[in-house]
């Protein structure tokens, strides 16, 4: 059977994502008939490159969206916010990357190994949504577990890279670094406090009860896209001085018994995880870095409750945690409802 194709978009392709994006689709082999970028009036006519072709940025406007099937979206919530229900009135499909329509209901929210048969609810809004960074890789390690005991209560803690905040975060990295190394003063404009040799556990503004927006994501998509709506949960999001690739600490209670060894075959199995098994190996964003899998070690048995199971895992948060899943995303759509 013929591969199908499709005319795709990408709005955002100049920013870390965005350009990660348009890789992925390269290297996956995606069915591209056309493809156009769209970025910020600012990088309106810059050349980037695609399947050994030029592509030449275009102007975001209504109306561009015409004759494209797929667009994937990695603007912020703003540009989503204004542009993504134009372009599902052109008759495009958007696979979002920001946090604007995660939580509405009739908006559906995947990760193609946990729960690939939402993909069909597209219909009413013509728009999916893309999970946070952070929140993809736990529930990659999570849900296999979670689909066979049920699962009763999670607490996790992240430690994300400062690519989680684009490009720009990266640069903030960069230079407090070289600041650093020769004792000049380093002022923070990307992050609240000095990032470098430094870790901050504030990501998101806060709510009246201290949680930040980022914790809160964790918690409410993590319900929504495993379909778990009362589960038990809580997290604390901490910036650390990590160029790329997020890491999370998970602990699970389960309400039935569960042994290290049945927790590892059913990892060992699952969709999406790299398990590491090694006594003397584990997890790392380093390592994470530039692989689609989540990495998933350190698994122990949990004392502090009657069943539970911890575990570490890290994850490239610009491949699997942004632009792999909506490509992946993208894959599913074409193949059983375009």
Known sequence: MAQKMANVAVVGATGAVGSEMLRTLEERGFGVRTIRAFASARSI???????????????LKPGVFKNIDIALFSAGSAVSKQFAPLAAQEGTVVIDNSSHFRMEQDVPLVIPEVNPQDIAQFKARRIIANPNCSAIQVIVAVWPLA???PLKRMVVS????VSGAGAKGIDELETQIRSAFNHKDIEPHVFAKQIAFNCLPMIGALDEHGDTSEELKMVQESRKIMH???LAAHCTC?????????????NLEFEKPISVIQAREILRQAKGVLLIEDKGDFPTPLKASGQDATLVGRLRKDTSVAHG??????????????ATNAVQIAELLLRDYL
């Open 158 to 161: 992240t430690y994300q890279a």
């Open 45 to 59: 006519g810059q050349e980037l490159e695609f399947m050994g072709d030029t592509l030449k940025v275009e102007e």
């Open 309 to 322: 199971i911890s575990l570490f895992c890290c994850a490239d948060n610009l491949r699997k945690g942004a």
């Open 228 to 230: 778990l709506p009362e």
């Open 147 to 149: 689909a066979v005991i």
């Open 238 to 250: 901490v910036r650390v001085p990590v160029f790329n690739g997020h890491s999370t600490s998970v």
